[in-house]
């Protein structure tokens, strides 16, 4: 049975009850969890969150979280075995909180473990809500051509055939992989990884500020955001010792250790590859990009899945603050930057990145950097009308 659309949001006046959204996250304390919780409520939702915690991560299950919450458990980077168990147990859990799994208007859950633990919650729901699937990543087990991934795709589908609508950053995520792959032919909404601002004005460098690196100086070539890329520190650190003292890499955000297990080891083998650790977001991106004359954006994690299909979030804020990307040709996000925020290089290769580096004067990124800051805000910055958009249209559709 498809589930009554969503009901439409106060609209000057004329309806006083806001739209109560449930959203499901598998980590309370992820940053970009934490960002669109605060967007859905800045832009009228009343905003409830069932999460979990990844690695048990904070002093609590409600540290830091400032909107009504129900803790789900914990989960640990990388134990498929362990996720799983805690799916099964968040959702045994579920009749413990019937009370407050009540009255919504819509559902969204945030990737496929919490797709299923919101379809067993929205089971109990009456009327039951249409449910939203927001997907920002294909994780590698989808696409894995054997047993295991065939397992996995085929729990997908059946959950999606639960789903009244899908919420992607990427179109190459349906193209590439719902329609073709899983069949997918219901509603779908485009809600790319902008920066969250909020919905009053912020501060964006004027073009005119912008003046050329100064004779002599290194290139500073940044990557900013999840450092969780093995192949991305590996080509940005041969890089930086070809290069020598002619670039610096400066790499700022909170490292995966998981999936960099060697990076310790390789700041100290490059004087010139610097690691300056986590920021405050969003109030420390301003001073990062106006650091760096250009920044690394291509994701190579899952090459020829999902690191080709989707668009991060560093296209959007190196763009905003006037700083260009660098990506691969060819790929999703390749042909976001080529399209005037930066440069792309044929394969990602180090010969290739080194060849884009060296012909690249001062006054070429001067410009780039002038011409990016002219462009309007919202090709980099999410509205409110997007994020209302992303979850009422498609349920308008059904």
């Known amino acids: ?135 920002l990543d294909i994780h590698g087990l989808m696409t894995n051509p054997g047993r295991k991934g065939r397992v996995a795709r085929a729990f997908e589908r059946r959950l999606l055939a639960r789903t009244s609508a899908l919420i992607v950053s990427s179109p190459a995520f349906v193209e590439r992989y719902f329609a073709p792959l899983q069949g997918w032919s219901g509603p779908v909404a485009l809600l790319e990884n902008k920066l969250w601002l909020g919905p009053g004005p912020a501060f964006r460098p004027a073009p ?24 991305s520190l590996a080509i940005l650190a041969e890089t930086a010792r070809r290069l020598g003292d002619g670039i610096e890499v400066r790499m700022h955000g909170i490292v995966h250790r998981h999936a960099l297990p060697d990076f310790d080891a390789t700041l100290a083998a490059n004087p010139n590859l610097r ?67 930066g440069w792309t290089i044929p394969t990602p290769s180090v010969d290739e990145l080194c060849a884009l580096l060296t012909r690249l004067d001062a006054p070429d990124i001067a410009a780039r950097r002038q011409m990016l800051l002219s462009r309007p805000d919202s090709r980099f910055r999410q509205t409110c009308a997007e994020i209302r958009a992303a979850v009422e249209q498609p349920l308008t559709r059904l």
């Open 1 to 135: 049975m498809i589930p009554s659309p969503v009901r439409p949001l106060a609209v000057d006046g004329a309806q006083t009850r806001r739209t109560r959204l449930l959203f499901f996250g598998f980590d309370a304390s992820e940053p970009s969890h934490i960002r669109r919780i605060r967007a859905y409520t800045d832009c009228g939702f009343d905003v409830s969150a069932a999460t979990m915690r990844r690695d048990g991560q904070g002093t609590g299950p409600d540290t830091g979280v400032f909107w009504d919450n129900i803790h789900l458990g914990t989960t640990r980077h990388a134990a498929m075995g362990q996720r799983l168990s805690a799916i099964a147990g968040a959702i045994a859990a579920l009749p413990r909180h019937r009370k407050r799994l009540s009255g919504f208007d819509v559902i969204v859950a945030r990737n496929l473990d919490m797709l299923a633990i919101a379809t067993a919650a929205r089971a109990m729901m009456r009327p039951a809500p249409p449910l939203i699937y927001e997907c």
């Open 208 to 231: 005119e500020a912008v003046k050329p690196r100064a004779q002599g100086d290194p290139l500073v070539l940044g990557w900013v955001g999840a450092l969780r890329c093995a192949r």
């Open 275 to 341: 690691y300056l650790g986590p920021y405050a977001y969003p109030d420390g991106l301003a001073r990062i990009y106006a650091d760096c004359d250009l920044v690394w954006s291509q994701d190579l994690w899952q090459w020829g899945t999902n690191s080709t299909w989707l668009l991060p979030n560093r296209i959007y804020e190196a763009g905003y603050y006037g700083c260009p990307s660098v990506a691969v040709a060819g790929t999703e996000t390749g042909r976001r930057v080529g399209d005037g925020l």
